[in-house]
């Protein structure tokens, strides 16, 4: 009578299943994609987190609008992490940024504990270099990474005239 054509159920079924496997695997490669482009973001900021850099100290010169001296100090905590270089960034009492930043990248004495690391070889000598600086922060780079560590704390410099 009719000539119906129809799919039989198992052809429907298999093609079902068919589409969720490619959906399924569309969608784990996607996954994948973004968990292993986020694997080493994460594996610095939890070095970040470990490490323990601070300010110690800052003489901050009236006469010449510069900072003449500045140190920092690495704590205990993320010994294990190598980093390859403290930036020092000067401030006003807003937190504007005075003059340009200072990076230190002697590895051999950033990777030291509980001493203060002298970094006044590394400042700028031009007078006016950070006029207005009156604290200092620094922030760490991760060795192998491409971003900056939070910063730290700031810590007041001294003022000469």
């Given at each position: 009578?009719?000539?119906?054509?129809?799919?039989s159920d198992v052809v429907s079924t298999v093609l079902i299943i068919l589409l969720v496997v490619a959906a399924i695997a569309i969608i784990g490669a996607i996954v994948l994609n973004t968990v292993n482009k986020a694997g080493p973001k994460v594996d610095t900021a939890v070095a970040c987190q470990s490490l323990d850099i601070k300010p110690n100290a800052c003489v901050y010169d009236t006469s010449d609008g510069r900072v003449t001296s500045a140190s920092f100090v690495r704590g205990a905590g993320g010994s294990d992490v190598t980093v390859s270089k403290v930036t020092a960034i000067f401030q006003d009492d807003s937190g504007v940024t005075k003059g340009s930043s200072v990076e230190y990248s002697n590895t051999a004495e950033i990777a030291k504990t509980f001493s203060a690391v002298d970094i006044t070889a590394t400042l700028p000598t031009a007078p006016n270099a950070q006029s207005g600086a009156k604290r200092m922060i620094v922030a760490?780079?991760?060795?192998?990474?491409?971003?900056?560590?939070?910063?730290s704390l700031p810590v007041t410099c001294s003022v000469v005239a």
């Open positions: 009578m009719f000539n119906k054509k129809a799919v760490a780079t991760i060795s192998g990474a491409t971003e900056i560590c939070p910063a």
